[in-house]
């Protein structure tokens, strides 16, 4: 699945270092605006229990877990859309990616210089989103004059794009975004096909301190970010990129000891890399043979030739039928054989809509 999620975020705010946590790809990381000119791209694994579970299980020679991308997008500063800072340029990498992972600060450290000259997280997200309604507005701007003429002629066409617009218009201007309007389903085909910077989904990712990572309801900040979210439906990860730059450098017994001493379960990477994951509408199905198990992304929606078709082209183009048993339902009987005989295993033709977990050998013929 090429579909990538971005990291934005003002100058200074632990973009870059989360983006070297997640990915050790060691993007360039400074105390000064843009230190990150181009987009970096990096390629994380996506962390499941499920693919060690169905290891354990099969006892393969090799494990595979699936992949996605995140890119690093250089920091916006306030007049972006009139080409500040590094402008236009930085909007064309956000148009870029699928997903927005919008990081905020939420701590306090003099030593870190804040491009604005004081921490007031909810004034960061409002600067940034208002440079990306800016960018839209012109497009829509743009796009109804060539439109208005014609929807006067009362041409159908011009008409339905028209009101489109109008909408989209009306909430610009009073700084909300595309993905807080409501549309039917034909209109939002139309909306897709504008590529709107503010159409796309977002999560926050709240970047706090060491001392209050444990407990970060104690964190004002955090909480102000949380409210901001709930108005869009959004999530908000809370992390610490200093610290997750330092549990990238451990191994897995040592990251284990590390996260129990700073009393937490799992490490914030994990929890935005899955939910990055999630936020672009993808979800992961299993192969599970003696060479190897192997961990799969589709699109939440795919039909089996489709997914088959992930693995290989061949696959699709001779889908036969899918031998498909759900992960729940090996792991409670223990094996592929026993879930059989138990009748958990199901042959799926064309028309089956895989799941989230399912475990599935494809049969064709080419």
């Known amino acids: 699945m090429a579909l990538t999620a971005g990291i934005v975020g003002l100058p200074n705010v632990g973009k870059s270092t989360l983006f070297n946590a997640i990915t050790q790809a060691g993007a360039e990381s400074a105390n000064y605006p843009f230190c990150t000119i181009d987009p970096n791209v990096g390629i994380v694994e996506v962390?499941?229990?499920?693919?060690?579970?169905?290891?354990?299980?099969?006892?393969?020679?090799?494990t595979v877990p699936t992949t996605f991308e995140f890119t690093d997008i250089a920091g916006i500063v306030k007049g972006a859309s009139k080409g500040e800072g590094l402008g236009n340029q930085f909007l064309s990498h956000i148009r870029q990616v699928d997903a927005i992972c919008h990081v905020v600060r939420c701590f306090e450290d003099e030593n870190i210089?804040?491009?604005?000259?004081?921490?007031?997280?909810i004034a960061d997200i409002e600067t940034i989103n208002l440079e990306l309604i800016l960018a839209d507005l012109e497009t829509v701007d743009k796009r109804i004059t060539k439109v208005a003429k014609m929807a006067k002629q009362k041409d159908k066409e011009a008409v339905f794009e028209h009101d489109i617009l109008s909408k989209l218009k009306d909430a610009f201007e009073n700084e909300q975004p595309a993905r807080t309007v409501s549309f039917t389903e034909e209109q939002l085909k139309f909306v897709k096909q504008l590529h709107l910077l503010?159409?796309?989904?977002?999560?926050?990712?709240?970047?706090?301190?060491?001392?209050?990572?444990?407990?970060?309801?104690?964190n004002q900040y955090v909480q102000m970010v949380k409210e901001f979210a709930a108005n869009e439906q959004a999530e908000v990860i809370v992390v610490c990129a200093k610290v997750e730059s330092e549990i990238v450098e451990l191994d897995e017994e040592e990251k284990e000891m590390f996260l129990e001493e700073l009393g937490i379960a799992e490490s914030g990477l994990d929890q935005l890399i899955?939910?990055?994951?999630?936020?672009?509408?993808?979800?992961?199905?299993f192969t599970a043979g003696e060479q190897e198990v192997r961990a799969w992304t589709f699109k939440v929606g795919m039909k089996a030739p489709q997914c088959a078709g992930i693995i290989h082209t061949d696959f699709e183009r001779g889908f036969i039928r899918a031998e498909t048993v759900h992960y729940d339902d090996l792991v409670a009987n223990g094996s592929m054989g026993a879930a059989r005989e138990a009748g958990k295993v199901r042959l799926e033709g064309k028309e089956y809509i895989v799941k989230d977990g399912d475990v599935i050998h494809f049969r064709f013929n080419v």
Do not use: F
């Open 47 to 62: 962390p499941d229990g499920r693919l060690q579970k169905l290891t354990e299980l099969v006892n393969p020679k090799k």
């Open 113 to 121: 210089t804040h491009v604005s000259g004081k921490v007031d997280p």
């Open 198 to 218: 503010t159409s796309k989904p977002i999560l926050y990712v709240a970047n706090v301190s060491e001392e209050e990572l444990s407990d970060p309801s104690n």
């Open 274 to 285: 899955r939910a990055a994951y999630h936020l672009l509408g993808l979800a992961t199905y």
